[in-house]
């Protein structure tokens, strides 16, 4: 992979550039004293040293809500299909999200590819910048996912007084000359670029005991573990665990109509099967209508549906959830190093 | 890095079909007969189902009740419970719906063929059985026996009488009937579904059980299939689950790592048997 080098204070004409010529560009912006991803209007807003944000960029992929048909309703209704999709440039993206993007991308397109997202992900140029900084509850060495090889056009590494850039992609190096002053990084930038990473992995509080390769099998035998009961007996079923989740990909579908009652549009949004009516059916039935079940559901598939139905892990440790749990038991980590400890 | 090239149609666009018969079979069950405005087949199999959209109103997973065997149009069978099933109910002879689909993998109608057949319905499960029923009817030299256990809870919630009297008639069909309770007309069998079994004699080594009904059957009808001898692999059954999208997408339908709507919603009980919460 080829990387160049941006001085810092080349960072913002760079951005500047991109957001006057190029595309909508996103970035994470300081909010109520937490960070959030949202359309930067100008580079100062851009704060690339964050932690987390507390919603991930995948919601400019798989939006909370969204239109897939619109009708015109009567005696002879008229459907069509709606597929929003625009340029879009996802700026200091961490690697765990990336990681997050890359399984998004297999869920959309295994079996029956999902227009709507596809075209939206096809826009989007992501650039992403390492995680120096990481939050108290994030475990990400321990997945693998505190670094990212694939899944960017561009990747930042904040090594001082510069950035380094590892270019993705060609669509990334088109950005980069057009927009960029960058010159060539030396050997000593990126032995810099590795002590910062290095460094950065010193930082992460939450580690987990297990190898994820090992948790399919571990969670095979933990299905009778009292620990889900025990555990989950504190679950509001409030839903944001599921919410903040960059690996979360489960959805709701619903109608609506104008009040004339002459159109209509069909939308997704987000749900999740932490929700008590996840799984309810007509006539009263309710496949998993207690907590139990429901924690025990998000964390198998956290930790084996998703890696063995689309071979990449259903977490990306970005410890989200666990800041977001008033009840604090929803961080995966927790589970697995319990389930762990049980099994010995 | 994207694996596959965006699409070029949407998987949540509907196709528009038309209501051509409106059939009522029990207090809240209608059959509704439909043909695509587009004039193409559905091809579907027994046992597939299609996202019935009533525009305005959403989606319902609704079972093909009809053979495919049957050319030009198809049949959904529905229950009336709730806001997709009851807007379908007040609809009248002409109206346009969404129909996508078929989606799911249907009854196994090629390992079925040549070997004996026990069909247990409970309730509405016989909609999706008829469709199974009724091809192999069509197709009668290339199955063995036809053997349909049929329950209902009362007299008047027994599902496609005049049909269930076709059968009754057919040398070639042997049909068992039961009610849950029965009234002062009622002159056949009364007891659960499972309570016709001593009645019938089969021959295990070439014999599928083909069960559909509400799922606190299902345990008391594997039962009763292992008491005659029939092995797990050949006891098919068809799940219910909370469905969205039909097409592997929004999770609803998940059991365990199992997509109900991609790799269901028929499975084997030896299938069945491996997963938790099944059943
Ligand atoms: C593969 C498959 C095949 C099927 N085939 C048939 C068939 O052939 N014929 C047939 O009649 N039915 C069939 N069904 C069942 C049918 O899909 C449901 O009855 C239908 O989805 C109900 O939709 P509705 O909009 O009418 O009801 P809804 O308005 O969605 O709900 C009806 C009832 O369900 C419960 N419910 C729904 N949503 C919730 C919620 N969020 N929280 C709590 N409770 C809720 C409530 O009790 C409510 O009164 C099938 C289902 C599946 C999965
Ligand atoms: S489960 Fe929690 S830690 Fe894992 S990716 Fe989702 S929000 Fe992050
Ligand atoms: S685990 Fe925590 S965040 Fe998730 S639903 Fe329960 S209380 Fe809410
Ligand atoms: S119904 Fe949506 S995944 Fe099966």
């Given amino acids: 992979m080829e990387n160049k080098i941006i001085e810092k204070q080349n960072m913002a004409p760079f951005v500047d550039n991109l957001i006057n010529a190029e595309a909508e560009v996103i970035g994470p912006k300081r909010k109520d004293g937490k960070y959030a991803f949202d359309k930067l209007i100008e580079t100062g807003e851009l704060c690339l040293d964050y932690d987390t944000t507390l919603l991930p960029p995948k919601m400019y992929l798989f939006p909370p809500k969204e239109t897939l048909i619109k009708f015109e309703l009567g005696k002879e209704p008229e459907v069509e299909p709606v597929v929003e999709a625009k340029p879009l440039i996802l700026f200091g993206v961490h690697p765990y999200d990336i990681k997050a993007i890359e399984l998004l991308d297999v869920a959309f397109s295994t079996t029956n590819p999902d227009i709507n997202y596809l075209s939206k992900r096809e826009k989007a140029v992501i650039i992403g910048v390492d995680c120096l900084n990481p939050n108290p509850n994030a475990f990400c060495p321990s997945l693998g996912t505190a670094t990212a090889e694939t899944g960017f056009d561009l990747m930042l590494t904040d090594i001082g007084d510069s950035y380094v850039v590892a270019i993705g992609s060609s669509k990334g190096e088109q950005l980069l000359t057009k927009y960029a002053e960058t010159r060539e990084a030396s050997q000593v930038e990126l032995a810099q670029r590795n002590s910062e990473r290095q460094k950065a992995l010193a930082r992460y509080k939450v580690t987990l005991n297990i190898s994820p390769e090992e948790l399919p099998q571990l969670l095979d035998k933990s299905w009778d573990s009292p620990w889900w009961k025990e555990k989950s007996e504190k679950c509001l079923s409030c839903g944001s665990c599921i919410v903040v989740c960059p690996t979360c990909f489960c959805f709701d579908v619903q109608d609506d109509v104008t009040l004339n009652l002459k159109e209509g549009e069909r939308y997704r949004q987000w749900d999740g099967c932490m929700l008590v009516d996840f799984a309810a059916v007509a006539g009263g039935g309710n496949f998993r209508g207690d907590k139990e079940s429901r924690f025990r559901h998000r964390m198998y598939r956290k930790g084996k549906y998703i890696w063995e139905r689309y071979g990449k892990l259903g977490c990306v440790g970005c410890g989200r959830c666990a800041s977001a749990c008033l009840a604090e038991i929803a961080s995966p980590a927790e589970t697995f190093n319990r389930l762990k400890e049980e099994s010995k | ?279």
């Fill in chain 2, 1 to 279: 890095m994207i694996s596959q090239a965006v699409p070029q149609a949407s998987i949540y666009l509907p196709h528009l079909a038309e209501l051509i018969r409106i059939e009522p079979i029990a207090e809240r069950e209608k059959v509704f007969e439909f043909r695509l405005k587009d004039g193409k087949e559905l091809g579907h199999k027994p046992g597939q189902f299609v996202e019935l959209s009533i525009f305005g109103i959403g989606e319902a997973p609704i079972s093909l009740s009809s053979s495919p065997t049957k050319k030009g149009s198809f049949e959904l069978a529905v229950r009336n419970v709730g806001n997709v099933t009851n807007a379908l109910h007040n609809l009248d002879i002409g109206a346009t719906v969404g129909i996508r689909g078929p989606f799911g993998n249907g009854f196994p109608v090629d390992n079925l063929k040549g070997k004996d057949i026990v069909i247990v319905a409970g309730g509405i499960g016989l909609f999706p059985l008829r469709s199974l029923i009724n091809y192999i009817l069509d197709k009668r030299s290339e199955f063995g026996r036809l053997i349909i256990l049929s329950g209902s809870r009362t007299p008047q919630e027994r599902m496609f009488v005049n049909e269930l009297e076709k059968w009754h008639k057919r040398e070639d069909v042997e049909l068992l009937e039961t009610v849950d309770e029965g009234d002062e007309e009622w002159t056949g069998h009364v007891g659960v579904v499972t309570t016709l079994s001593s009645e019938v004699h089969i021959d295990p080594e070439k014999i599928f059980a083909v069960v559909v009904g509400p799922p606190v059957m299902y345990k008391f009808v594997v039962a009763e299939c292992h008491k005659k001898g029939i092995p797990d692999e050949r006891i098919i059954m068809s799940l219910e689950r909370r469905m969205k999208c039909g097409i592997g997408k929004c999770g609803h339908c998940q059991i365990n790592g199992v997509y109900v709507c991609q790799e269901g919603p028929v499975f084997t009980y030896a299938e069945v048997k491996k997963l938790r919460e099944a059943i």
